[in-house]
C-alpha cells in the first residue's frame, strides 16, 4: 500500500486561486423568461471585475436593425455595475437601472488564475461568449469542433442522398432572424424542417457543449420566429460499443448528451442523439417526410 505522502503526490494539486463569480442576463423580451448571459462579475480577494462576453455578430444575427439598442443597454448596464463596484458595497445590493438586465446567482470557482475562472464562468454560463483574443487554445478547440461537426454533417448527407436524392438542395442553407440581420447557416432548411448537426467528444467535451448550445440556440430562435415547429439538433455521440474510448470517457459523453437533451426540451427544440451517419440520414428523413 502507498504511503500517504507519496499517495498525495499522485493527485493533482488544488487550484490556489478561488473566486465568485456571477452571470450577468439579458431578458430580451420583459416577463418572457428568455435570458442571455452578456457578462460575467468575477469577485476575488479585495477586487472585482466585469467582463462583457456576448458576441457583437450574434447580437446582428439574432437581432438585425435591433442589435445597436440591444449593445447600448448592455454597454449602459455595465458601465453602471462597474461604477458600483468601484464603491465596495456588496454586488447583492446592486439594482439595475435597465429593464431586462439582470443578476444571476453568485457560483464558486478555483483555478490559477482570474482568467482561468472567466473561462470556466464562459463555459458554465454563455453559450454565445468570445474570450480574449490571446486564448488560443480556446480558438483552436472551438474551431476543431466545427470542422468536425461540418465533417459529420456532410457524412449525413452522403447517406441522404443514397436514399432520398431530392433532399441534397435544402443542406447547408442560410437564414435570417431579420432581414437586414447577419446570415446564419443551418445544417438543413426545408421540407418544414430546420436542422443543425453537432458531434460530442469527450477529447473536448468543453467546445463540444458550448458549440451544441449555440445551435440549439439558433434552433429555438428558428423556432420562436418562424412558423416551423420541426426544429432538432442531430448530436453525434460515442457508441457504446466502441472500444477505443474508455469507460470513463463513455460516461461523461452520456451525462452532457443527457444534459443537453434537458436543455433542448425547455427550449421545445429536439435533439436527436445518434451513433452513425446512417442512423442521423434516417433521423432526418423521417422528420422531412
Known amino acids: 500500500m502507498l504511503e500517504t505522502a507519496e499517495l498525495v503526490k499522485r493527485f493533482p494539486q488544488v487550484p490556489g486561486f478561488r473566486a465568485s463569480w456571477n452571470p450577468v442576463y439579458l431578458e430580451p423580451i420583459l416577463g418572457s423568461g428568455e435570458r442571455i448571459t452578456v457578462a460575467i462579475v468575477i469577485r476575488a480577494e479585495h477586487r472585482a471585475e466585469i467582463h462583457s462576453v456576448i458576441r457583437p455578430a450574434v447580437l446582428r444575427a439574432l437581432y438585425g436593425e435591433k442589435a445597436k439598442g440591444i449593445r447600448g443597454i448592455v454597454e449602459l448596464a455595465i458601465d453602471n455595475l462597474t461604477d458600483f463596484l468601484a464603491t465596495a458595497l456588496p454586488l447583492e445590493q446592486w439594482n439595475s437601472p ?7 446567482e453568485p457560483k464558486e470557482a ?56 431530392e433532399l441534397l438542395p435544402y443542406f447547408n442553407r442560410i437564414g435570417k432572424f431579420y432581414s437586414d440581420g447577419e446570415p446564419v447557416k443551418f445544417g438543413f432548411l426545408g421540407c418544414g424542417v430546420v436542422a443543425q448537426f453537432g458531434v460530442l467528444r469527450p477529447s473536448k467535451v468543453q467546445p463540444s457543449v458550448r458549440e451544441a448550445r449555440a445551435r440549439l440556440w439558433e434552433l429555438n430562435r428558428a423556432r420562436q420566429m418562424t412558423d416551423i415547429k420541426n426544429v432538432s439538433l442531430i448530436l453525434q455521440i460515442l457508441s457504446p460499443s466502441d472500444r477505443s474510448y474508455s469507460d470513463r470517457e463513455h460516461e461523461v459523453s452520456l451525462r452532457n448528451a443527457t444534459e443537453l437533451k434537458r436543455e433542448a426540451d425547455e427550449g421545445n427544440v429536439g435533439l436527436l442523439s445518434v451513433h452513425t451517419s446512417l442512423e442521423g440520414a434516417e433521423h432526418l428523413i423521417r422528420l422531412a417526410a
Not at 98 to 104: K, N, T
Not at 112 to 122: C, K, N, P
Not at 131 to 138: A, I, K, L, M
Open 98 to 104: 435597465i429593464s431586462g438586465i439582470l443578476l444571476g
Open 110 to 165: 478555483a483555478s490559477s488564475d482570474l482568467a482561468g475562472v472567466l473561462r470556466q464562468a464562459i463555459q458554465s454560463a454563455s453559450s454565445l461568449s468570445i474570450v480574449g483574443s490571446d486564448d488560443r487554445e480556446y480558438g483552436e478547440d472551438e474551431y476543431e469542433i466545427q470542422r468536425i461537426a461540418g465533417k459529420w454533417a456532410n457524412q449525413v448527407k452522403e447517406q441522404v442522398q443514397k436514399r432520398r436524392v
